[in-house]
Each structure stands twice: as structure tokens, then as C-alpha cells.
């Protein structure tokens, strides 16, 4: 199973990848339109990518991340840098940065599996996934089949 959703930001992604987890999703589509100010790009890229290895690790999902590259605004620039992740967050493919590339990447139902993935959800505490679902429910979680 997989699921999409537009990310305005990493944070964003977090609860998204959470609440498609709980349906049962192996895969998320992070499609991104970012174009920031030059002075903080690289540390923004930065942040980023390390907010879907972690996402894609916590969660054992394969993320794919898209994002736009946007050169033609001298105060904006959007660096692209899309890729895709494995669920134990290692780089499987990556499109170079300010340049427009296709990238694939194989993902098998062995990266899926003991022993290539340790941590599970299920540990969670009960509490903490009802909160979860409570900010889920009253920041607007989309309904299904919908995007915001």
C-alpha cells in the first residue's frame, strides 16, 4: 500500500507518514515545491533529507521525496534533490542538485523484514498513540481519498 501527500514541510511528513503507517502503507510520496532564499538553502536541504531518513526508519517505510528545481528567481532558489529511501533510510537513489532528473530505484519486501528492521511502532504506549490520533483529528487530518 502507498500514499501521497503534498508536504509543505518535513514536519508535515511526520504525522502524514504516522497516519498512512496505521492504514498499513509500506511506501510515501513526499512531493515537495520548495524555493527558499539562497543564504539558507544548503542548511535547509540538510534538514530535510534527515527528517525523511528518520521518517523513513521510525515508520519502515520506503519514502520517495520529489521536489522542484527552481533557478530563474535570483532571491529564490529551489534546489531539487529528489530521492528515494529505503525503510532503513539508506539513499537508494538521488537526483543531483539544480538539475532535473528521473530516479528509480528497486524496493524489495526484503527491506521490509527482520533483520533489516529492528524498532517497531507496536511498542509504542496505547497513551501516546491516542494523542497522536487526537492532534491528528484536530489539526485537520485529511479524510480518505482527500488531500490538503
Known amino acids: 500500500m502507498s500514499?501521497?501527500?503534498?508536504?509543505?514541510?518535513?514536519?508535515?511528513?511526520?504525522?502524514?507518514?504516522?497516519?498512512?503507517w496505521l492504514k498499513g502503507a509500506e511506501l510515501l510520496f513526499t512531493p515537495h515545491y520548495n524555493y527558499i532564499g539562497p543564504q539558507t538553502v544548503d542548511d535547509h536541504r540538510k534538514w530535510v533529507r534527515h527528517c525523511h531518513v528518520g521518517?523513513?526508519?521510525?515508520?519502515k517505510m520506503a519514502v520517495a521525496r520529489a521536489?522542484?528545481?527552481?533557478?530563474?528567481?535570483?532571491?529564490?532558489?529551489?534546489?531539487?534533490?529528489?530521492?528515494?529511501?529505503?525503510?532503513q533510510g539508506e539513499m537508494l537513489a538521488r537526483a543531483e542538485l539544480f538539475r532535473s532528473e528521473l530516479v528509480t530505484a528497486r524496493i524489495t519486501p526484503a527491506m521490509f523484514r527482520h533483520p533489516y528492521v529492528w524498532a517497531?511502532?507496536?511498542?509504542?504506549?496505547?497513551?501516546?498513540?491516542?494523542?497522536?490520533?487526537?492532534?491528528?483529528?484536530?489539526?485537520g487530518a485529511p479524510a480518505a481519498g482527500r488531500e490538503k
Not at 500514499?3 to 498512512?20: Q, T
Not at 521518517?55 to 515508520?59: E, F, H, I, P, W
Not at 517497531?120 to 489539526?139: F, G, I, T, Y
Open 55 to 59: 521518517l523513513a526508519c521510525q515508520m
Open 3 to 20: 500514499h501521497r501527500s503534498r508536504c509543505n514541510s518535513a514536519r508535515m511528513c511526520l504525522f502524514v507518514g504516522y497516519g498512512v
Open 120 to 139: 517497531s511502532l507496536e511498542e509504542v504506549p496505547a497513551w501516546l498513540n491516542a494523542e497522536l490520533a487526537d492532534q491528528l483529528r484536530a489539526n
Open 67 to 87: 521536489n522542484v528545481v527552481v533557478t530563474d528567481k535570483k532571491d529564490r532558489l529551489g534546489y531539487g534533490e529528489s530521492f528515494i529511501l529505503s525503510p
